[in-house]
C-alpha cells in the first residue's frame, strides 16, 4: 500500500482554503486540490506495511495545537501554490521529530530534506500574478492520520486508515 501521515483540517479550513484555492487557481492555471483530500503530510512512507507504520506511530506522545495558516507561496521548481504556517508550531515540529524517529526505527526511508509544513493547494500552477490574502483558517490539530493513496485517473484517492490522537 502506498502510505503516508498527515494532518487533516477541521471540514470548515478546507472548505476556506479549497474556495480560497479556487480564487487563486483563476489567475494562475493549474489544478486545484479537492476539498476532501486537502491535508498538511507529515512523512511519506510510499509502499509500506500499514500494520508497521501504526506501531511507529503509536510510540509518538504529541500535544494538540492550533495552526495559523498565514502564508501562501508559489514554489516555482514544483509549480505549487502552497499555504501554511509563517512559524511552524513548536507542538508540530516535536510531533514531526518524533514520527520521523519512529519511522526511521522501524527501517522506513524517509526524504532527505528538512520538513517544511505546507498544503499545497494548486498543482501545475502558472506563477500567480497576485496572490488573494488568505481567510482565516482555524485549525486545531487533535489528531494526526496514517493514510492510504490509491491511485486514480483523477488523482488519487485518499482512505484514512488510523488515527493518531494528540492528548
Given amino acids: 500500500m502506498r502510505l503516508f501521515f498527515a494532518l487533516w483540517p477541521p471540514a470548515a479550513a478546507a472548505r476556506a482554503l ?5 480564487e487563486v487557481q483563476r489567475g494562475c492555471g493549474g489544478r486545484a486540490t479537492a476539498e476532501d483530500t ?6 511519506f512512507l510510499g509502499e509500506a506495511d500499514p500494520l508497521n507504520a501504526a506501531r511507529a506511530a503509536a510510540s509518538v506522545k504529541g500535544r494538540a495545537f492550533e495552526m495559523n495558516i498565514d502564508a501562501a507561496k508559489y514554489w516555482r521548481h514544483n509549480r505549487i501554490v502552497w499555504v501554511g504556517p509563517q512559524e511552524m508550531p513548536a507542538e508540530l515540529g516535536g510531533m514531526v521529530s518524533q514520527l520521523h524517529g519512529a519511522l526511521h ?3 522506513f ?3 532527505d530534506r528538512p520538513f517544511a509544513a505546507h498544503i499545497t493547494l494548486i498543482r501545475k500552477a502558472n506563477p500567480p500574478k497576485a496572490i488573494a490574502p488568505l481567510p482565516t483558517v482555524d485549525w486545531r490539530a487533535r489528531d494526526f492520520v496514517l493514510v492510504r493513496s490509491v491511485p486514480g485517473g483523477r488523482g488519487s484517492r485518499y482512505e484514512p486508515l488510523e488515527r493518531f490522537a494528540l492528548k
Fill in 38 to 43: 486537502i491535508h498538511l503530510t507529515l512523512a
Fill in 105 to 107: 526505527e522501524g527501517g
Fill in 109 to 111: 526511508a524517509l526524504e
Fill in 18 to 22: 479549497a474556495r480560497w484555492a479556487t
